[in-house]
């Protein structure tokens, strides 16, 4: 009994440190739309059927973000407009009054057919 209070209390101690000291991933997000934009290092998505509804998200890529096209590995240059994408992106932290960063982890992408 002692040993299992004594591994319960090292495991809240471990994950409160964790989570202290930042090593809990982010949430992961994803949005499904039609790349609008491809430039640089942000990709801009648009979202929604209705013209009157849509929605675009620029998101930022780094050198960590997975591409890939039509299951295969790909760069980010190329992926071209109009290509529908799911992207998995993760939240930055917020600046006062403005939105938080979204940074592309993964953007699975298939070719017009």
């Known amino acids: 009994?002692?040993?299992?209070?004594?591994?319960?209390?090292?495991?809240?101690?471990?994950?409160?440190?964790?989570?202290?000291?930042?090593?809990?991933?982010?949430?992961?997000?994803?949005?499904?739309?039609?790349?609008?934009?491809?430039?640089g290092d942000k990709v801009v998505l648009k979202m929604g059927r209705d013209p009157l509804q849509t929605y675009q998200a620029t998101l930022m890529t780094n050198s960590k973000t997975e591409v890939t096209l039509d299951g295969k590995a790909a760069k980010l240059s190329d992926l071209k407009e109009g290509q529908a994408a799911v992207v998995t992106y993760v939240r930055g932290a917020a600046k006062e009054g403005e939105e938080p960063p979204l940074t592309a982890t993964k953007i699975e992408a298939t070719s017009e057919k």
């Open 1 to 39: 009994m002692k040993n299992v209070m004594m591994m319960a209390i090292v495991a809240v101690i471990g994950l409160v440190f964790g989570v202290a000291m930042g090593d809990e991933k982010p949430a992961a997000f994803k949005y499904a739309g039609i790349l609008f934009k491809v430039d």
